[in-house]
Every structure is written in structure tokens, then in C-alpha cells.
């Protein structure tokens, strides 16, 4: 966990040209929290709770079904740190110069990183193996997270690789015991909440404008 706080600071002076109180994380969180957001928030949250009573009977059965080779674990456990989504927006940033998508994707992956860290403090839940702060599983929410982002800013072809990759992540992380099934969906659903609020903001924009009878809205929207 605080190895993701540490690349979430590193991150913000990148993002400091465009994320703004006013003009950026105000309005993302107003579409955060808008009727679809709200509904894949509530949906994962509900489908979780659901998950949470049975969580040992199908961690048993996931693990009983799982056989990763101890380099797909290996790979699994480094592609949810967070540091190849962060490698991948500054590529997109510098090397292909899509600034509006770096920003979008670093802009996700530090929301999505913030409220898992947060999440794993306040709920507290202990891991299979022993350990603590396991709800949610922050390298499930990075890497979904990162491949939302992806999809959102790249189509199908982005999602046919990431989304494989970010599943890879959450099995691994049932497979070395590190996380309940319900600690996978809420992760899994904090990436996609957050990065499909990043992209609605990013790509949209009310602007309020003043007439000579009156007022009215401009709405603005990138296809």
C-alpha cells in the first residue's frame, strides 16, 4: 500500500497542468457520483457483500481451479503495483505525445489508488493469509484501473490485451492467497468507477453562458 502512495505522489506534479480543484477534480467527482457512476459503484458494492459471506468455500474452489506457474505469479503480482500503468501513461505522455490520454490515465489510476488506500484503512478486513487491510485489493483496482483507461481512450483492440492482463492480476492474487473473491470485485469495481468518471469529464464539458433574453447551457462533447 505504500508503495502505491509513494507512486501516487510522484504522479501529482505531473498532473498538477490539468488537475485542478475547479477544473478537473470537482467536475470528475460530480460525474463520479452521477446515475451511471452511482450505479456501477452500488452494483460492485452489492455484488461484494453478496460474495462476502461465501468468500472461504469459493476462494477454496478458485485455488483448487487455479494452476499459475510461479512466473505468472511473479508477473501477476508486479503488473497490479501500479508501476506499469504509470509506465504506460508516461509513454503515452512523452514518447506518443496523447497528453489528453496520459492525463485521463494517470488521473485514474490516482483516484483509483487514493480511495483503495483509504478503503483498506477504514474497512480493515485481514487476508487469507493472515494479514491486514485486504478489502479492496488495490492491485486489482490499479490494474482494472488501467485497462478502463485504455479502453476508453484506445477501443477494443487496448481492451483484448489489458483486460486479460488485469484478470491475470486477480487471479494471481487468489492463487497466492492474498485477497477474498469480494476483495477482487470491490477492486475490480473501483477501477472501472473511476476511470470511466476521468473519461466522462475529460470529454465532456457544460459551460454556462450568458444571453441578451436570458441564459442557457453549452454542452460539449468529444466523439
Not at 485542478?20 to 452521477?34: F, G, H, N, R, Y
Not at 477482487?184 to 454556462?208: C, D, K, Y
Request: contains cysteine; charged residues 15%; glycine residues 8%.
Amino acid at each position: 500500500m505504500y508503495k502505491r502512495l509513494i507512486i501516487i505522489c510522484c504522479m501529482l506534479p505531473l498532473m498538477a497542468k490539468a488537475q485542478v480543484w475547479q477544473e478537473s477534480i470537482k467536475p470528475t467527482l460530480i460525474k463520479a457520483t452521477d446515475s451511471r457512476g452511482l450505479t456501477i459503484l452500488f452494483s460492485g458494492i452489492a455484488a461484494a457483500s453478496l460474495l462476502k459471506g461465501s468468500d472461504p468455500a469459493h476462494l477454496k474452489s478458485i485455488q483448487n481451479n487455479i494452476n499459475l506457474s510461479q512466473d505468472l505469479n511473479d508477473a501477476g503480482d508486479f503488473l497490479g503495483t501500479g508501476i506499469p500503468g504509470v509506465a504506460i501513461a508516461v509513454s503515452q505522455y512523452y514518447f506518443f505525445e496523447h497528453h489528453s490520454e496520459a492525463l485521463s490515465h494517470l488521473a485514474t489510476i490516482t483516484y483509483t489508488g487514493v480511495s483503495t488506500a483509504l478503503l483498506k484503512a477504514a474497512i480493515n478486513r485481514d487476508r487469507p493469509n493472515g494479514g491486514g487491510h485486504s478489502m479492496p485489493s488495490g492491485h486489482t483496482s490499479t490494474a482494472f484501473a488501467t485497462a478502463t483507461a485504455l479502453t476508453y481512450e484506445y477501443g477494443w483492440k487496448a481492451a483484448s490485451i489489458a483486460y486479460p492482463i488485469a484478470l491475470l492480476v486477480a487471479l494471481q492474487r487468489l492463487d497466492a492467497n492474498a485477497h477474498w473473491p469480494s476483495d477482487i470485485l470491490m477492486g475490480a469495481t473501483i477501477g472501472v468507477f473511476w476511470a470511466r468518471a476521468v473519461h466522462e469529464n475529460q470529454h465532456s464539458n457544460i459551460t454556462p453562458v450568458a444571453l441578451s433574453d436570458g441564459g442557457g447551457l453549452i454542452w460539449q462533447k468529444q466523439f
